[in-house]
């Protein structure tokens, strides 16, 4: 393989330089929108191109697939980018966004970073070999009881006009459990769920770059990654990631 999880690291912490000189600087910031609810920033152009050079610097041979500039050539072997997930937030001075890069090949994940600059967090993982966070392994939750467990979610503004809404599943769920927490970045709640500081993470109509680093980082740390019916795989329209423990107990509230 042509590059390495050190080599990566590298990339995306420096990727996460370029954010943080934006969001030291918000009043500064230029924030257009996608559409009515959907914002991109000068620091998510920024920040992806950054990426898509510095890593076709180091693999030539793999296509990118970014948020925000879309397909290149060669989509059976590429980087998946989401440059700042929880652009919202990163807008707000917030501290809960990330910078997200996986690799796939031949539609298997085999690399995945996930770094929360403000919060200097930095997740990743490679396929068979396990997950890790600031250099240190980690593992999902051993927790086995739903009525005591903590989920998160994510209401992400271009979904209120979907007739199939969030809003019965979390109130659902809000009642079977300790409680959920809603953050702003899909990225980072998966690494949660792989790190135990929750025990299962659910959210709908997400994109695979939204979540491609982070469910490689959950596999990896022993979680399961199914859509709201227990198929196994990674689902961005119905993404679901648990303990594995709780996973049967938390399908009939899907």
Same mark, same amino acid.
């Given at each position: 393989?042509?590059?390495? !999880?050190d ?9 996460g ?5 934006y ?5 500064? $910031? ?6 009515a ?12 191109? +950054? ?10 041979e ?11 050539d ?28 996986a ?6 994940l ?11 967090? +930095? ?11 600031n ?26 006009? !979907? ?5 019965e ?5 809000a ?32 994109n ?7 469910? $490689?980082?959950? !596999? ?29 107990? $938390?399908?009939?509230?899907?």
């Amino acid at each position: 393989m042509p590059i390495t !999880l050190d080599i990566l690291e590298k990339i995306v912490r420096a990727a996460g330089s370029v954010a943080m000189t934006y969001f030291n600087d918000l009043d500064q $910031l230029a924030i257009n929108k996608k559409a009515a609810r959907d914002l991109v920033t000068d620091a998510d152009v920024a920040v992806e191109n +950054y990426l898509k050079q510095a890593l076709s610097e180091q693999c030539p041979e793999y296509g990118f697939w970014g948020e925000e500039s879309g397909k290149t050539d060669n989509q059976n072997q590429r980087w998946i980018v989401d440059p700042i997930d929880g652009t919202h937030s990163f807008s707000k001075g917030q501290y809960y966004w990330a910078v997200s890069v996986a690799l796939e090949i031949d539609g298997e994940l085999i690399m995945g970073a996930v770094y929360g600059p403000a919060l200097d967090d +930095y997740y990743c993982a490679e396929k068979g070999k396990g997950a890790w966070k600031n250099g240190k392994p980690i593992k999902v939750s051993d927790e086995a009881d739903l009525g005591a467990s903590m989920v998160s979610t994510g209401f992400a503004c271009l979904r209120q006009y !979907l007739k199939d809404n969030t809003l019965e599943r979390f109130a659902r769920i809000a009642q079977a459990t300790t409680g959920q927490r809603r953050l702003g970045s899909a990225a980072l709640d998966l690494c949660t769920v792989a790190d135990g500081q929750v025990d299962a993470f659910w959210e709908q109509e997400l994109n695979l770059y939204d979540v491609a680093a982070g469910a $490689l980082i959950v !596999l990896e740390a022993g979680g399961t990654m199914t859509d709201f019916t227990g198929n196994p795989g990674v689902f961005p329209k119905q993404t679901m990631a648990t303990n594995g423990k709780l996973l049967a107990q $938390l399908l009939p509230l899907m």
